[in-house]
């Protein structure tokens, strides 16, 4: 019964069900000549085994405590198919140049889920195995949702698709910003900075993710103010504009009356937080489709668990999950800003996102095939320590269908927030224009700015006060198949 | 062109600028490819001639203001027209008198239309689909009914003459059809007539050259003729082109055709006996021989089936 | 006021050439594209009105400007924008639109406020164009 071969030799039924304590993978839970079925939920876990334990053993270990198994045999299996429940590793593969590490797959039989819920779904896959003791630390990496699974999710409610349609802007990335300083602004004072940064040229402005309801500033008045300076904004441009207004708050009960009164007041868009929970993202998911309205979610407290490589879940499949879960916009990073982001990386969650189907891409993190069987396709929005000078990279590493942020990139400029928000998107602008008329925009793309601020002195004042801005860490999330230095 | 052009006294390398262009290359291809036509391809070598020598004047500074290049072509069925039309297409798009190189080939169903106000939307349409290459209009002279006065090809004409004139750096225009037809369809048009620049004559293929094109045909669908089948396609040729519905080219690429089926036929019908490469290659002299055309006196009238 | 609906227009007005070249980038990727014309540029108002069909499989921009001019020479004082529609499955949609012509003096929206229950309000931006009907409304 050595299991270190790859090989687990099955036990008759007698022996396997005997009482007592039995290896994972003795137990069914490898299965090497497993192949996944079309219908299969696949996992892919980077596993650490403590030292001394099997990979293969700690990999079975990982696929029994996530869905069927208990740490001693019962005979109450044997009531059930327990064949097919079981979770199956059928590969396990050391991590190219980690020798500590190994890559698990593991193939889950669709009946294990119920229909459309994240938070069934996240309780199995990452329930209970995280803290198993015969691993020192263990990384959900991937996942691949058969078609099957995934019709029974709404998906988002909007879609890149719809939202252009709504909102009336094509062929450029849409440019927004957060209210700084996220704390202590009154109403009122809140309220002229989204006047400003919209009148300015922005199409969005965005709550922070800890503005909810404070004693400087409750949130219905919040949602006056705003609304008020987003119809200002919008008459003075003759475009559509929107502020995300965070409707977080304690109970579902709150957020729906938030909600609702954003709706009431002609508002194209709220904002949740992922800290509200899987479930609470779904019914306001629920919510916005019934209302026509953007649901933008801010991804705070994801660094707790997405960051390290070794330990928590990708954000890949955060991004995978939230797809489903039904949200438009999701914050996927910018590869060039102040926060975490490895460019290839980060570019597989814009494709998770993004594109109807996911070939394998092991450069960018995707180890699955993925159809998401005509799901409408999520916003990815790029907010954290960027600004117009980076507007090439921006251009050519995110592309078009994305929202580009710039918070203090818009409301710290020199001239005021109006000049900041104009020298983004007039930045934004030249750079899709230089790029349509075939332009090479990572040679050329400091000059067709420079040449840009010629007109524009806003645009200007921005590259002299930030053009040599640049966050130069290494990333901690970075490809296992090919190493990229994170860009300046 | 201004500001760089070079001193007029410094000569300037005709066979360079024909090499830079790659216009040599296609008409070699034009040559090896195209059996005959000799007074087209003198023709066509004229044309970029011009074009690259307006270049060059260009370069010093002389200019007589971009050629007009529309065209007809006139000739039989089958004396490669359409086929000249594309090169031309090409060739035009290699020395930047069109942008893009394409042909839109149509006929008068594609440009007037059966309705009042349904005409003008279907030709601008085609013309725009045109712009950047070649208009190829096969049979132009259907677009003109001299006797119903109300016929909707005449506001065809009217567009196509505007913009013949008006967007000459957008799209050339050539107009195809026989001959005779052709003639008159000018003669009674002197405003189509007065903006073709060039016009083509296609002539008929002689013995020699239809048998030259049957060679080329069968080379490229990797066929080969037995020694008598050589002799029996000399033959067909002959009585052939002796017939009312001759179309060149066209009736030998149908002749191939057929005689492929009895091939094929031929082969079928000594199933059993394994299959040389050699079998499946050569065509044999009764694979011609059963024509219609060795049947039937000369004179008969068209022969539709095999 | 300038109207900054469209993909280019906090740029300066483009030129034929830069049009042009928008429109190459357009035809390329296998867009069709067509040309819209209004003399309502409210932020609602979906649907101008369409100068002709989309234009199918063209080749090349210069069939495209002679509809802009052509619409330029109709409605010189109308808002007149290109789009580039893209049929691609999952996409069906526009993906790039820009004015390409712009009445001047732009006369802008006004924000007209309903006083509701709660400090609520009620809000209407309607074009001052829109007061003058349809046709007579940028002289």
Redesign the interface.
């Known amino acids: 019964m050595e299991t270190g071969n790859g090989k687990a030799t099955p036990l008759g039924s007698s022996e396997r069900y005997k009482a007592g304590v039995l290896k994972y993978a003795e137990m069914g839970y490898w299965n090497p000549d497993y192949e996944p079925g079309d219908t299969d939920v696949l996992a892919l876990f980077r596993i650490t085994p403590q030292d001394g334990v099997d990979p293969i053993e700690a990999a079975a270990a990982v696929a029994g405590e996530s869905s069927t198994a208990t740490w001693t045999v019962v005979w109450t299996d044997r009531l059930t198919a327990a064949d097919s429940y079981r979770a199956k590793a059928y590969k396990v593969e050391p991590v190219p140049g980690s020798p500590d590490q190994h890559f698990a797959y593991i193939a889950y039989d669709l009946a294990l889920f119920e229909p459309g819920s994240i938070a069934n779904l996240s309780a199995s896959i990452i329930g209970n195995v995280f803290g198993f003791k015969p691993l020192k630390a263990l990384r959900l990496e991937d996942m691949r949702f058969p078609a099957a699974y995934v019709k029974t999710f709404d998906g988002p409610p909007t879609g890149i698709v719809v939202e252009r349609e709504r909102l009336d802007k094509f062929g450029r990335p849409l440019l927004g910003a957060t209210t700084k300083p996220k704390l202590g602004l009154s109403g009122r004072n809140y309220g002229r900075v989204v006047y400003e940064a919209l009148k300015g040229g922005l199409d969005f402005t965005k709550d922070d993710e800890n503005i909810n309801s404070q004693p400087f500033m409750h949130w219905r008045d919040r949602f006056l103010f705003c609304m008020e300076a987003v119809n200002r904004a919008s008459a003075a441009t003759g475009e559509v504009k929107g502020h995300y207004l965070n409707v977080t708050a304690a109970t579902m009960e709150d957020m729906y009356e938030r909600a609702e009164f954003a709706r009431d007041l002609g508002s194209v868009v709220v904002m949740i937080d992922l800290v509200i929970g899987y479930t609470a993202i779904q019914s306001m998911s629920k919510w916005a489709r019934r209302n026509d309205m953007i649901l933008h979610l801010h991804r705070a407290g994801h660094g707790t668990y997405t960051r390290q490589k070794a330990h928590g879940i990708s954000f890949r499949v955060i991004s995978k999950w939230m797809r489903l879960a039904g949200v438009d916009h999701i914050h996927a990073g910018t590869v060039v800003g102040k926060l975490e982001g490895d460019p290839d990386m980060v570019q597989g969650f814009y494709n998770v996102l993004r594109e109807p189907h996911n070939p394998v891409d092991l450069q960018r993190g995707i180890h699955f095939e993925q159809d998401w069987a005509g799901l409408r396709k999520v916003m990815p929005v790029a907010s954290g320590g960027i600004h117009a000078g980076q507007m090439h990279q921006l251009l050519h590493y995110l592309g078009d269908d994305v929202v580009l942020q710039f918070g203090g990139g818009t409301i710290g400029h020199p001239m005021g927030i109006q000049a900041g928000a104009t020298a983004n998107r007039v930045a934004l602008e030249s750079m899709v224009l230089a790029r349509n008329e075939g332009r090479d925009l990572w040679a050329e793309g400091p000059d067709i700015l420079a040449d840009a601020a010629r007109d524009c002195s806003p645009l200007k004042a921005a590259l002299d006060t930030w053009g040599e801005v640049t966050f130069d860490y290494t990333s901690t999330d970075t490809s296992d198949y090919v190493p990229t230095p994170t860009p300046a | 062109m201004t500001g760089g052009a070079p001193p007029a006294d410094r000569p300037l390398d005709l066979a360079a600028a024909l090499a830079e262009s790659g216009v040599d290359e296609l008409l070699a291809t034009l040559d090896a490819e195209l059996v005959g036509l000799a007074p087209v391809k003198r023709r066509i070598r004229e044309i970029a001639a011009l074009l690259l020598v307006e270049k060059l004047r260009l370069q010093v500074g002389l200019s007589a203001g971009p050629p007009s290049l529309h065209m007809s072509f006139t000739g039989n069925p089958g004396t490669g027209k359409t086929t000249i039309a594309l090169r031309m297409a090409e060739i035009l798009h290699r020395l930047r008198y069109v942008?893009?190189g394409?042909l839109v080939a149509v006929t008068r169903d594609d440009l007037v239309g059966q309705f009042i106000g349904h005409t003008a939307?279907r030709t601008k349409?085609v013309?725009?689909?045109a712009?950047?290459?070649v208009l190829f209009i096969d049979e132009a002279y259907f677009l003109y009914r001299p006797e119903n006065e109300r016929d909707y090809g005449q506001e065809a004409m009217e567009i196509l003459l505007q913009v013949m004139e008006n967007?000459r750096?957008?799209?050339v225009v050539i107009l195809a059809g026989y001959k005779d037809r052709m003639d008159r369809f000018f003669a009674s048009n002197p405003g189509m007539s007065s903006r073709i620049a060039h016009h083509v004559d296609f002539p008929d293929y002689g013995q020699d050259e239809l048998y030259a094109i049957a060679g080329l045909m069968l080379e490229k669908m990797q066929y080969r003729l037995s020694d008598d089948a050589r002799t029996a396609l000399g033959e067909y040729i002959e009585r052939r082109r002796a017939r009312p519905s001759f179309a060149n080219a066209r009736s030998i690429r149908n002749a191939l055709d057929r005689a492929r089926l009895r091939h094929a036929d031929r082969l079928f019908g000594a199933a059993g006996e394994p299959l040389s490469r050699e079998a499946l290659m050569t065509i044999e002299a009764s694979d011609i021989r059963a024509s219609r055309v060795f049947s039937e006196a000369a004179a008969t009238a068209e022969e539709s089936t095999p | 006021m300038r109207l900054t609906q469209g993909t280019f227009s906090f740029l300066p007005d483009l030129s034929d050439d830069q049009i042009s070249n928008q429109i190459e980038y357009c035809l390329e990727n296998g867009w069709a594209v067509s040309v819209e014309y209004t003399d309502d540029p409210h932020p609602r108002n979906t649907y101008w009105e369409m100068f002709g069909n989309p234009m199918f499989d063209l080749r090349d921009a210069a069939g495209v400007m002679k509809e802009v001019s052509a619409a330029r020479t109709t409605f010189p004082n109308h808002y007149i924008k290109v789009n580039a529609f893209d049929a691609t499955r999952g996409v069906e949609s526009l993906r790039l639109s820009f004015i390409v012509n712009r009445p001047d003096p732009e006369p802008g929206f006004g924000l007209v406020r309903q006083e509701v229950d709660g400090r609520a309000i009620r809000y209407t931006i309607r074009a001052y164009a829109t007061d003058q009907p349809e046709g007579e409304r940028y002289q």
Do not use: C, S
Request: aromatic share 0%.
């Open positions: 942008r893009k394409h939307p349409e013309v725009k689909r712009m950047g290459g967007d750096d957008d799209l």
